[in-house]
């Protein structure tokens, strides 16, 4: 099995009038790559957030006046450093600054998450699906920090027609043990794998990764999936 | 820029007396995607562990047999629950059971992690350069767990001719507003766009990513670009 993946150019400025999953499929289309079923269209999260017209006007003079929506977005901050604030959302994701944006959006707003990303997800997935017949599956990515190790990296925030988290519990290894170590989040890694070609300097917003195993391709949903609930986790 | 993703079969079952170097570019050449300049390789962590000898003999019929060998192999326990241990390794990795691995292993041994896998990787690299004059970088991977986040992931534990860490400090965004949101852990996303072809019960130890950005491909470490010291880590 080849991977491929493909950035997806010429999507225009979003706003919150645009129908963005017809947006997105006319981008691919409009690409040497064409668009298939099969194809897992990765999209950044901050052309979500504007099309769900989830900004916010902050004071362009003042470099700490998102802080307030930090808070505002958040249901428990876990550590503060000077200005960094790692928090849990509202959403569940623990991360820097509730996960509000302001880069790649107009000065004077910020960018809050989608109130769903699962949701977002499955809305483009079943728009491309009526306005073209061919069935993808989403996921929304977004780029988080992590303990321990240095540099960002993308992760999946929303998911729809794919599992999030692949289980290989039963499978047997090459030399035929049982598997131990089997639960695969395969949605943060093909985030991972798309913010490659992607960037964040680059303006593209939407990358094909074409060649998943097709038993993945299945309904699923960050939020049930990913999100570890406080109680078994080690480290909240 | 599209990435390709090959998965490399027919590398045979590794002991300690291959030539790993050469094995892994043999069995790059005889797929029909062949091998190229600027490949990276992504080479699990398992076969250089075996080609390296850091193999332990366990106990097969005790399934806690390799329990002391986490402890010495961690300067530092950071959780621990029922058998689980999260612990700081001597190499600085966060992660369960300091990375020893007894999956794709024959019963009765145990795999500890290399020595010095950027060293490793360097090793892989100048091996392959020697005897093809094809100039690859490579990232030693492996699998590990995250807190807040369900699922595993595979990230880099050592590289050779990329940065670990790519710095789009002083960029622009596609608005022309300079990047808040800068360092990206590159070896850490092009390991998960690995494992995406070589899975965990596949027993494919090594894929081809193609069409890595140029600019990302000069000499790099993930000891000295990813690890993060304990003092500047909230977690810890």
New interface residues.
Partial sequence: ???????IHGIPEITDDVDLGVLIAEACKAGP?GLKTGDVLVVTQKIVSKAEGAMVAIDPTNPLSHKPLVERESVRIL?R?GELI?SETKHG??CANAGI???????GQAALLPDDSDRSARKIRDRIKGTSDIEVAIIISD?FG??????????AIGCAGIS???D?RG?????G?E????????A???S??A???C?????VPVAIVR???PSWLREGSVRE????DPSE????
Wanted: glycine share 6%; charged share 25%.
């Fill in positions: 099995m080849t991977l491929q993946i493909f950035p790559q550590r450093r790692i994701f623990v944006d302001l880069s790649n959006v107009a000065r780029t992590r303990p321990w190790r240095r540099g960002l990296t993308d992760v999030a988290v692949v290989l499978s047997t290894d090459s030399l043990r598997l131990m170590v089997t639960e695969v989040c395969v943060d890694e093909i991972a794998a913010d490659l070609v960037g964040k300097a680059d303006g060649g998943i195993n999936e990913v999100i570890r986790d080690l480290f909240r």
